[in-house]
């Protein structure tokens, strides 16, 4: 018998004991990273037990009548183990949608885990949303490099990163993300916009996830040039942030890190991530952001947002 229940800051190392040991968990769904900013979101996340042991949690927070999951998270949705099948997903969502609709819930934004993220197939979540109704509401398109399977960089690309390596340009990790942050928002903020995440929230997370977040820079006499934060969910890497200097442009700098981080570091992960090149909820394609990610040889994932109305 699967029971639904909300989740309580005291199960907090069983939350994260379940997503490690998960289908479709990481980084991103830890207690550690998602409570960062507890204090932007009310939370009403979920436990699902049976026979009073986690199978599966359910990252949510709610605003008014409406629960996403989570706000905070570029995706989250049912987070689940080998335990929960497809008729049992069923009945979850089932007591799911009762227990939010208890709570005056008329909906719920459900931002599922693209597949590329999972370590195990987990797709009964879609099942199940389509028998309960829901809709489509929003697609993102991200990029990813099948680190696997043959791909290619382009000539461009191959040029520039020759280019970047005969200047004389190294790369190494950083444990203090202050230069960067300070590069980074200044590339941002010639677009009017700015990080998600403060000087001082990144240094926490750092801290909390040292192994899992990672800054890797190209120098050129100790110059910083390009940086690019790697968020290391094990068998996917993701590129969080990725920023160059004006020298760093001309210099190909960026090209030569992400090459470095591709075919050198993280040359036996499963796949490399680029993230979104949408805008405006994703109606919006940055042709030039995506192609410069297909210029490495990555290709389209989508994240789908979907609206169930209860």
Known sequence: MFTVRPYAQADANVWDALVEHSRNGNLLHRRGYMDYHADRFVDRSLIVERNGEAVAVFPANIRDNLVTSHGGLTYAGLISTQALRAESTLAVFEQIGNHYRALGVESVIYKAVPHVFHAYPAEEDLYALDRLGARLKRRDLSSVIPLRETFHFTQGRRH??????????????????????????????????????????????????????????????????AGVLVYDFGRVVHTQYMAASEEGRRMDALSFLLAELIVGIYTDRAYFSFGISTEQEGRVLNGGLIAQKEYFGARAVVHDFYEWRL
Do not use: Y
Not at 179 to 196: I, M, N, Y
């Open 160 to 225: 520039a990163i020759d280019k970047a390596r005969k200047a004389g340009l190294r790369v190494q990790a950083s444990a203090d993300p202050a230069a960067f942050h300070e590069l980074l928002s200044e590339v941002l903020g010639k677009h009017d916009t700015q990080p998600t995440h403060s000087l001082q929230e990144l240094r926490m997370l750092q801290a909390r996830f040292p192994q899992r977040i990672v800054l890797h820079e190209a120098r050129r006499e100790d110059v910083l040039l």
